[in-house]
């Protein structure tokens, strides 16, 4: 048998993030689940637990430098040093261009890019100890535009950029980076975007499935079973990728 790994996804506490932190957990790894509020992590971690894996809850704000350094250490001394890491957490501030501020600017862009910077420098020291890595950037379709979200796109394409130079730059000591792009996924962020339009989840999720090549919204789930493929020992080939989930073409 292999030796455990040690994997941490940020943004863990609900959506993909807790899919992807319970899916890497059935993959044999333990899982540091890591969000801005550590009690919203306690569904998650006991999801693991109570199944035999091993997890441990951490807060954090994957914006704030020392943060991110003192909660990296901690996972490093409860559960070992991590290589795998899983840049999922985010946020939304949607607004059209004329209307949205600069806090709103920052805030996405603080959380997205600078928040996926961070978790990456302070993990991948460990990462090129060990001479092993997996890192996934949670993309989205909204990365070639999408109206109200100039913020949430610009990052979002800029995570693109990003994993491929990290490819780059880590590939030699066994460490590959791959980004996933959502589609539309059943979360709780969709389900605002859907009050900020004025319109019924549900009529929200008929319309949108009508548009999808697979007649279906994506499920965490799906975002799951694809980060669990990358963040695998098989996929030592695969780095530099940006991989839609989408229920058909998008790039």
């Known amino acids: 048998m292999s030796t455990q790994r040690?994997?941490?996804?940020?943004?863990?506490a609900r959506g993909i993030g807790a899919a992807t932190?319970?899916?890497l957990a059935e993959d044999g790894n333990a899982v540091a689940v890591l969000d801005l509020d550590e009690s919203a992590c306690a569904e998650t971690v006991s999801a693991i637990t109570d199944a035999g894996g091993r997890a441990t809850a951490v807060g954090v704000d994957v914006a704030d430098a020392p943060q991110v350094e003192a909660a990296v250490r901690r996972v490093a001394d409860e559960l070992g040093a991590p290589t795998i890491l899983v840049n999922n957490a985010g946020i939304t501030r949607d607004n059209l261009i004329f209307k949205m501020t600069e806090q709103d600017w920052d805030a996405v862009i603080n959380v997205h890019l600078r928040g996926s910077f961070l978790m990456t420098r302070a993990v991948q020291a460990f990462m090129t100890s060990e001479?092993?890595?997996?890192i996934v950037n949670l993309s989205s379709t909204s990365a070639q535009g999408n109206r109200g979200q100039v913020n949430y796109s610009a990052a979002k394409a800029g995570l693109q950029g990003f994993t491929k130079t990290?490819?780059?730059?880590?590939g030699k000591f066994g460490v590959t980076a791959n980004a996933?792009?959502?589609?539309?996924?059943?979360?709780?962020?969709?389900?605002?975007?859907?009050?900020?339009?004025?319109?019924?989840?549900?009529?929200?999720?008929a319309h949108s499935a009508a548009?999808?090549?697979?007649?279906?919204?994506?499920?965490?789930?799906?975002?799951?079973?694809?980060?669990?493929?990358?963040?695998s020992e098989e996929a030592g080939f695969v780095s530099g990728q940006v991989i839609y989930v989408a229920g058909g073409p998008q790039d």
């Open 131 to 134: 001479k092993y890595g997996r």
């Open 180 to 205: 996933v792009a959502p589609g539309f996924i059943q979360t709780e962020m969709t389900k605002m975007t859907a009050e900020r339009l004025g319109v019924s989840f549900d009529d929200f999720i």
């Open 166 to 170: 990290l490819a780059i730059e880590l």
């Open 21 to 23: 932190a319970i899916r």
């Open 211 to 231: 548009a999808i090549p697979v007649q279906r919204v994506g499920q965490p789930a799906d975002i799951a079973a694809t980060i669990s493929f990358l963040c």
């Open 6 to 12: 040690v994997a941490i996804v940020t943004g863990a």
